[in-house]
């Protein structure tokens, strides 16, 4: 399938951004929640807080074709006093998870997003308590010294975690829509390392214009391919977020989710290409929706259930003798036929 024109990326990207905010509601976090996770072998929650800030720059400018969260960002840089407003009030619902991840529907490190002073506010709130904080950031803003200087601030683990999506150059310029290449994220990865911290990979499972196989494909050879640089990578299936290019497409009917399936096999088959320590996870956001990985819809539950706990546990064994159903078959028929179809 080819792609819409840029005009329709640049269109979207200024519809979905939000006017300024006013300051009561830069005082807002834009949500907070536990959720099941593994440091090591040991199962603990994890806490999960998204601030609300200007968001990614990149989502102004084109944006990733899979990418909504401008619409939770505030139009215009948060201060450093809106958002220790806003860390004070996640506090009241920190619990003393161990494990505690920072998103900012963009880059962390990005001086626009979180003013520099505020970091240290962010990081300085859950210092004690957190065994480990992640945090996300676009690869440019991955520095030594920046990194270095906040793991010392938290005193425990620092994880920072870049949107690689594929290691193709092809597939990550004209169907995911990045702007930096696949070597500019190893080298992040690799400053990252260098400054004590832990470097995770996200990988995109089924970006637009790829067929199911292609996709399958892709994403196999991203995580052998992105596993030397990386500690942890995390696959993550396309759902339909609003106000993007492939909403845009789901909306004409020339876009599926990817089938639950697909991220059976390329689990299966990419667990069995990763290096000694190295971590493999998958926690899809909408699974078993019809805007989310899905198969059938009622085979879709047990699936991800054993999803998850492969995730948690790293034992992907449950993944091999998972039960039938009669929707292996149209999945099947999909990976075959789509390869014959002719150039839309
Ligand atoms: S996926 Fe990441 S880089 Fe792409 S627009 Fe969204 S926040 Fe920005
Ligand atoms: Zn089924």
């Known amino acids: 399938m080819s792609a819409p024109g840029p005009s329709v990326a640049l269109s979207l990207a200024r519809e979905r951004r939000p006017a300024a905010a006013s300051s009561a509601d830069a005082s807002h976090y834009v949500n907070v929640w536990r959720e099941p996770e593994a440091l090591g072998a040991e199962r603990v929650d994890a806490f999960v807080l998204i601030l609300r800030t200007r968001g990614c720059y990149w989502a102004d400018a084109k944006g990733c074709t ?9 139009g215009r840089s948060a201060t450093e006093e809106e958002i220790g407003r806003q860390v004070a ?5 920190y619990r003393g998870e161990p494990y505690v991840k920072i998103y900012t529907s963009g880059s962390f490190l990005d001086p626009r997003e979180v003013p520099p002073k505020a970091r240290s ?3 300085r709130a859950f210092a004690g308590p957190a065994r480990r904080l992640l945090l996300e950031s676009l690869p440019e803003f991955a520095q030594v010294e920046d990194l270095r200087a906040l793991r010392e601030e938290l005193g425990a683990e620092l994880e920072v975690a870049l949107g690689l999506e594929s290691t193709q150059p092809e597939v990550l310029s004209r169907a995911v829509h990045k702007h930096e290449p696949p070597s500019e994220y190893f080298a992040a ?19 637009p214009y790829l067929t199911e196989r292609e996709a399958i494909e892709d994403t196999v050879r991203s995580i052998r391919e992105a596993q030397p640089h990386f500690d942890t990578l995390s696959v993550n ?13 789901y909306r004409r009917g020339l876009y599926r989710p990817p089938w639950l399936w697909s991220l059976v096999e ?13 971590r493999l996870v998958s926690f899809p956001t909408s699974g078993g929706n019809r805007r989310g990985v899905h198969n059938c819809l009622s085979c879709d539950a047990g699936i991800l259930h054993a ?15 998972l039960p039938a159903c009669a929707c292996q078959g149209p999945w099947a028929r999909v990976n075959a036929l789509e390869a014959l179809a002719p150039e839309a």
């Open 66 to 74: 899979m990418c909504g969260y401008a619409r939770d960002t505030l």
């Open 89 to 93: 009030a996640a506090l009241h619902r």
């Open 121 to 123: 506010t962010v990081v």
């Open 189 to 207: 990865a690799a400053r990252v390392r260098e400054s004590g911290a832990r470097p995770k990979a996200y990988l995109l499972l089924k970006p």
């Open 237 to 249: 299936p396309v759902h339909i977020q609003g106000g993007t290019v492939v909403e845009h497409l």
């Open 266 to 278: 390329v689990l299966r088959r990419g667990r069995a290409s990763l290096g000694e320590g190295k």
């Open 307 to 321: 999803i998850e706990e492969a995730s948690l546990s790293q034992d992907f064994s449950a993944l091999d003798t």
